[in-house]
């Protein structure tokens, strides 16, 4: 059992910026694809962006050049850096572990991200 507990959300003016974190609590990092999603209201939870094991990265066309993941192994921790933030980036967001090699995966509990004025 892994559980990953999601911080840094809040309520940020547009064009502003956040940075959230997401700590798992053991050592996943080797083989866990560790990923950032979101949902907003009334809408399905989407992919923001993904890093593997070998720190390959992908985004969502919505937020590239705006956002990005990171890792550090020693902590156990994945990063969202959020910049430029608008409203329609609005959402409850949600960290995920996923094996690389059996593709269970595992989800935070959400922390809540409001871009408004």
């Known amino acids: 059992q892994v559980q990953l507990v999601e911080s840094g959300g809040g309520l940020v003016q547009p064009g502003g910026s956040l940075r959230l974190s997401c700590a798992a609590s053991r050592s996943i990092f080797n083989i866990y694809t560790m990923g950032w999603y979101r949902q907003a209201p009334g809408k399905q939870r989407e992919l923001v962006a993904t890093i593997t094991s070998s720190i390959s990265t992908n985004y969502a066309d919505s937020v590239k050049g705006r956002f990005t993941i990171s890792r550090d192994n020693a902590k156990n921790t994945v990063y969202l850096q959020m910049n430029s933030l608008k409203p329609e980036d609005t959402a409850v967001y949600y960290c995920?572990?996923?094996?690389?090699?059996?593709?269970?995966?595992?989800w935070g509990q959400g922390t809540q991200v409001t871009v408004s004025s």
């Open positions: 995920n572990a996923r094996n690389e090699l059996t593709k269970y995966g595992y």
